[in-house]
């Protein structure tokens, strides 16, 4: 069996504690450069007006490989900002 060790701290003590906790992890992200993007999903519809093209093709573009998607699943999910950059002739990774 483990130990039980209890600790007594001060609310000003334990508040330090945190915020430095914190500062430290907003410094350490942003030192390692990561870059979070944000993806908006969007419909089939959205993605063939998008490419002026009629919904249907959509799915054979899907099948073919020829756009990006994901599939997790049965569900065809495409990503606005994918789908903008396949537009602008350079696929998302």
């Given at each position: 069996m483990g130990t039980t060790v209890l600790i007594q701290i001060s609310l000003d003590d334990l508040q330090d504690m945190?915020?430095?906790?914190?500062?430290?992890?907003v410094n350490e992200a942003l030192?390692?450069?990561q870059?979070?993007?944000?993806?908006t999903k969007i419909?089939?519809?959205?993605?063939?007006?998008?490419?002026d093209v009629k919904p249907d093709y959509v799915y054979q573009l899907t099948s073919n490989k020829e756009i990006p998607f994901h599939k997790p699943g049965k569900a065809v999910i495409f990503y606005r900002e994918e789908i903008e950059a396949y537009i602008a002739g350079k696929r998302m990774v």
């Open positions: 945190l915020q430095n906790a914190i500062k430290t992890g030192q390692s450069k870059t979070v993007v944000a993806r419909s089939r519809q959205e993605v063939a007006a998008m490419l």
